[in-house]
């Protein structure tokens, strides 16, 4: 999707890597020719796990979206990544950690908070749904006072945690699982509800010099042929670019 964005569009090249060679502002080895600094921004895609970097790569990252102003657009999976403090660094700059997705795979009822902001015009309401697992950050990283949240759950319309239908159903996940895995789908379920009631879907901050946007939209495949979440990505990926300009202030919850 990210790399037809940027042929339809006419604005970006994209190359696509699995591993993390150019992630250096060194010589990424064996006869490779580019590294971090051939690029204006990077967008982690499902990006779940430990990232296999080495400490000087790591640091060359970091400093590439801080110091040199390079973007980063993060999807879905890239805020599960990088767990439990092994680089902060990181967690810091994308705004938050995973926590859980309580709901799993829903229709969930959502809330543009900041429709000015060039990722989010496009959307023809501020209230719809959307049908993606949905995720939660970590109240103990994520806090509102640090980014501009876009787009959120609405939480008074949410169901009750758990796996929804078709899959709370008796010919589904749920009659299907028992034991160990049961207990640990309802802690999955638990483990992401939050005090205050602030399930944050999609936001924008700065770095340093570099623009960084988030979103949770992109689990299911069909979220990647939706039009709007295309639109979305397309947005964000201009906006981290320089291209257009958004508030990256945050603000109070929105109704």
Not at 42 to 71: E, M, Y
Not at 86 to 101: D, Q
Not at 188 to 201: F, I, N, P, W
């Amino acid at each position: 999707m990210i790399w037809q964005l940027g042929q339809e569009s006419g604005l970006f090249d994209t190359e696509i890597r699995t591993d993390g060679k150019w992630v250096t502002k060194g010589s990424a080895g064996g006869g490779e020719a580019r590294n971090l600094d051939w690029f204006n921004a990077i967008v982690a895609v499902n990006t779940t796990g430990n990232w296999p970097l080495n400490d000087q790569q790591k640091k060359d990252f970091i400093s590439a979206i801080r110091d040199d102003g390079k973007g980063f657009v993060a999807v879905h999976a890239a805020l599960d990544c990088n767990h439990n403090n092994v680089w902060p660094e990181f967690t810091e700059m994308i705004g938050g950690e995973f926590a859980a997705h309580p709901w799993f795979t829903f229709w969930a009822p959502v809330i543009i908070e900041d429709p000015s902001f060039p990722a989010m015009k496009h959307f023809g309401s501020t209230r719809m749904v959307f049908y993606d697992e949905m995720y939660v950050p970590r109240a103990e990283n994520w806090s509102r006072s640090k980014v501009n949240v876009l787009m959120r759950l609405d939480e008074s319309k949410l169901p009750p945690p758990g796996p929804q239908e078709p899959y709370a159903s008796l010919s589904g996940i749920g009659a299907m699982m028992s034991g160990a895995g049961a207990e640990a789908m309802k802690k999955m379920a638990t483990r992401g509800l939050r005090e205050d009631q602030d399930y944050a879907l999609a936001w924008a901050k700065m770095y340093g010099k570099g623009r960084v946007f988030y979103s949770s939209l992109g689990h299911t495949k069909a979220a990647f042929q939706n039009p709007d979440v295309r639109k979305m990505y397309l947005e964000a990926i201009k906006w981290v670019l320089g291209f257009t300009e958004g508030s990256t202030a945050p603000h109070p919850k929105v109704n």
